[in-house]
């Protein structure tokens, strides 16, 4: 298998995982700013909860739009196996 192949499999496979943790990282990190934010304005000084809120959001997110954001990775992972005897 010409390596310029095996180059472009491996790009697709990175930049469709990235586009898998890309939306619920993004979602993460502005609820942690809105609640850093909101914690600061009154003064409450609760330790787990920024983590709480996180956790949940992430998790809605995963479940709302989880099976559209691994479609892609999942098609490249069947035809990596598909073709995976061309890999050698």
Do not use: C, W
């Not at 787990?48 to 996180?54: G, S």
């Not at 709302?64 to 069947?78: C, E, K, M, Q, R």
Request: proline fraction near 6%; charge should be negative.
């Amino acid at each position: 298998m010409p390596i310029a192949t095996l180059e472009s499999t491996l790009f697709s496979m990175l930049y469709y995982a990235a586009l898998f943790v890309g939306p619920p990282l993004l979602i993460g990190t502005i609820v942690a700013f809105v609640v850093g934010l909101f914690q600061a304005v009154t003064q409450i000084q609760e330790q787990t909860l920024p983590q709480t809120i996180k956790i949940a959001a992430i998790a809605f997110i995963l479940l709302v739009f989880g099976a559209v954001l691994i479609s892609p990775l999942h098609a490249l992972t069947n035809q990596v196996f598909d073709s995976f005897h061309l890999y050698r």
